[in-house]
């Protein structure tokens, strides 16, 4: 039955290359966009009978259980939204379908190794996967200087990440004898004598993931990144690649290195506490609004670290609640952002001026993500926030939720800024925007769909991924 556990992963592999085949034989893009979707659905449709069958495969390489389902929902969930919004993006930008829609397909399938392994090399060569594939899709707008300057970027933090993980990862190995999780556990139990070699390897691990997901003071990266990637791939790395990262956090920490949660929680909370204070203060003075975008991805990485910092169930439950609703509200927002980029190229804030009486839902669309972001009340993101609040509070870290509180009014001056260019700036844009495509009108229908869901039924969706965090080795 290994097959069928690794099922989702064979679908993407398959499909990436069906993407490349279609390429070859139509040499159309609608083709190989329609390949790529078809792929993350019949892997999304997958999930079904693998969740009947949880356990490991190939030696524990390989875990099926409620936690890694959730993830691989999600990001197979981002992957087919990216293709939506990403059609009319593609054509208008002239990129290679083919080269394009593969290497998404790819890069989601490195994520979807990442959530469902709980051995080091896996997560390791899940990694590079998605980040090989992301070097390349970074810089696909081949003429635009910011295209490439991205993609030389991520390449070279990229490089460095690796040599960090696979340092941490030999270090642990040393003391350990394994890279799987359990049995780094059972080995840092037990082993004080080996204690300080364990913790060099833990904080380098902490290094590498920290900067995956752009948390302060690994993340100066990510705006120039973020800001010069096309706009669907910022849209994929914002949302799918920094959950891959916490994805394997969560397993790493809460598994592996669970015995020496004292010397972790700490640096975790300072991590969130930094990454949330200088992602707002900064996404406060953007005039770009891929890069307000950017810094408020740092912003909310903070606010994700809030629940590894505390690393209780609910904590980790919230967490997880607060990634799932994250992915829609970046989804909806970068299509809308995809879509004004089609005749305003320089992707300004101004560029949502008047869009309150030139296409009244697409703006009535985006004010339910800025609020969702800002977690105004009864949002998908305010129960995100006021999950991972009572968290902290549960876990007698009043401070942290006193910072998180702070900060997410903080937020509220930059995510208003778009709101009141659309509906209360009487300036004029330079262009009208184009008509609304099928793909980004879908993308967005589905996203505030999602948004108002989560926002209607919030406690049957945080009992399921209860249900899913509790099948994750957490703390003692």
């Known amino acids: 039955m290994e097959w069928l556990m690794a099922l989702p992963e064979l679908l993407l592999a398959a499909g990436g290359l069906a993407v490349i085949g279609a ?244 640096i975790f909370a300072v991590l969130a506490v930094a990454t949330m204070t200088y992602g707002n203060a900064a996404a406060l003075v953007q005039t770009s609004v891929k890069r307000m975008m950017a810094y408020s991805a740092i912003a909310q990485a903070g606010y994700v670290l809030v629940g590894l910092a505390v690393g209780t169930p609910d904590a980790i439950g919230a967490m997880l609640y607060y990634l799932f609703a994250y992915l829609f509200m970046v989804a909806g927002t970068f299509a809308v952002i995809a879509w004004l980029s089609l005749t305003r190229p320089q992707e300004m804030l101004d560029d949502f001026e008047g869009l309150g009486r030139s296409v009244p839902w697409v703006a009535a669309a985006t004010v339910i993500f800025m609020i969702s972001f800002i977690g105004i009340p009864p949002t998908a993101g305010f129960f995100g926030k006021f999950y991972l609040i009572r968290a902290a509070v549960g876990a007698d870290m009043v401070w942290l939720a006193m910072v998180m509180v702070v900060n997410s009014a903080i937020s509220a001056g930059y995510y208003y800024g778009i709101v009141r260019r659309m509906y209360l700036t009487s300036a004029q844009p330079a262009s009208a925007p184009a008509p609304l495509p099928a793909g980004t009108a879908l993308a967005v229908g589905v996203s505030v769909a999602a948004t108002l869901l989560l926002m209607l039924l919030p406690q049957p969706v945080l009992e399921w991924l209860q249900s899913a965090q509790n099948l994750v080795a957490m703390l003692p």
């Open 23 to 266: 390429d070859l034989t139509w040499k159309r893009r609608e083709v190989s966009g329609a390949v790529a979707a078809a792929s993350f659905l019949f892997a999304l449709g997958s999930l079904w009978p693998a969740a009947g069958v949880p356990g490991e495969a190939w030696q524990g390489m390989l875990t099926v259980d409620a936690y890694a389902l959730f993830f691989k929902a999600l990001f197979l969930l981002t992957g087919l939204l990216v293709v939506f919004l990403a059609h009319p993006y593609v054509v208008k930008r002239e990129i290679h379908a083919g080269e394009f829609y593969s290497l998404l397909v790819f890069a989601v399938l490195g994520m979807v190794m990442m959530a469902s392994s709980r051995d080091l090399l896996m997560i390791y060569l899940g990694l590079e996967l998605l980040s090989i594939s992301s070097y390349v899709l970074a810089g696909m707008l081949k003429d635009d200087a910011r295209s490439l300057e991205a993609s030389l970027k991520y390449f070279l933090i990229g490089a460095m990440t690796s040599a960090l993980l696979l340092f941490g990862i030999s270090l642990v190995y040393g003391v350990s004898g394994s890279t799987h999780v359990e049995a780094i556990r059972q080995a840092v139990a037990v082993g004080s004598e080996w204690r300080p070699v364990a913790l060099a390897g833990m904080w380098f691990l902490l290094a590498a993931f920290a900067f995956k997901a752009a948390a302060v003071p690994f993340h100066m990266w990510a705006p120039d990144v973020y800001h010069g990637a096309p706009t669907p791939v910022s849209a994929l790395l914002i949302a799918g690649s920094e959950a891959a990262a916490f994805s394997a956090m969560v397993r790493v920490f809460s598994g592996a290195f669970a015995p020496l949660a004292d010397q972790w929680q700490l």
